[in-house]
């Protein structure tokens, strides 16, 4: 029987913002009994299904949500027209925005403010990137080189990013802008936690047989490292949890890296290198 070389990531688990906004929720559902949360707080269902138990209620349509039950808003930012309504019916909104989140429709009105057309390099459909378009009157949203090719060009626009971007689809679509707009203004908003997992990943990825990465498939951050990492390694796997795991994946292998997106606890990463650990390879 071998034995494996498991190396985890230094960062994984909860970034502060995830951490932040469930702490939040918590706190909620333990005052007021029910708290109402618009869309999921995070794309981790685990996550999801431990707030529940908790109290809070899981509305996709903020006029269902009850008269008096006081609402959350995700992590992720809540688009104006739900900022709206709520304030509308008199709901007392409770708001887990990610602060680095709060930052980008900062930096995207600024670019607005300055006459500029704004681009956001995202996920078409995202809930972060549909909060973020929310505060402009007219954004662009792009998500690869090819879409940057088919926009129009003009003279004057700024660039703001999807805080779980990664960089190397960043280059190629600022690369083509470049080529079609005069006045370029970009503003980095790819988050420090962000830029330090996939830095990390990079590293674990060239240097391990095999690369493990942890987290919910409706996650865009944990897709997009599963993405980088099979890249430079081809014996790459995502997985939710220890169940996932296949024994075959690590035949003829000694060494193991874990990574795991934003939204996944650190109690599943542990169990998946305890699962690993395990193995009768």
Request: charged letters at 20%; glycine letters at 6%; one cysteine or more.
């Amino acid at each position: 029987m071998n034995s494996l070389s498991i190396t985890i990531a230094k960062d994984v688990g909860f970034c502060f913002g995830v951490k932040r906004a469930i702490d939040m929720a918590h706190n909620a559902a333990e005052t007021y009994g029910k708290v109402a949360m618009l869309g999921d707080i995070v794309h981790n269902e685990i996550v999801i299904d431990d707030l529940k138990n908790s109290g809070v209620v899981v509305y996709q349509n903020i006029d269902d949500i009850p008269q008096g039950m006081p609402v959350l808003f995700r992590s992720h930012g809540t688009r104006k027209e739900f900022w709206e309504k709520a304030r509308e019916r008199g709901l007392t909104i409770i708001d887990a925005t990610c602060p680095l989140v709060d930052e980008i429709h900062k930096a995207s009105q600024l670019l607005e403010s300055e006459g500029r057309t704004v681009i956001i390099i995202g996920d078409s459909g995202h809930d972060e990137v549909e909060a973020i378009a929310s505060q402009l009157s007219n954004p662009i949203v792009i998500a690869t080189a090819k879409d940057a090719f088919k926009i129009k060009p003009v003279k004057k626009a700024g660039v703001v990013l999807q805080s779980t971007q990664f960089i190397e689809n960043v280059n190629q679509i600022i690369t083509v802008l470049i080529s079609k707009i005069q006045d370029l203004r970009i503003i980095n908003t790819i988050c420090t936690p962000t830029r330090n997992r996939q830095s990390q990943l990079k590293e674990l990825a060239v240097n391990n047989d095999v690369m493990i990465i942890v987290g919910s498939f409706t996650s865009a951050n944990t897709k997009r490292l599963t993405s980088i990492s099979s890249r430079l390694n081809p014996r790459s796997y995502q997985v939710q949890g220890p169940d996932d795991i296949q024994p075959g994946w690590f035949k003829d292998a000694q060494t193991v890296g874990i990574s795991a997106g934003a939204s996944t606890p650190d109690e599943i990463v542990r169990k998946v290198a305890k699962k690993i650990n395990n193995l009768s390879i």
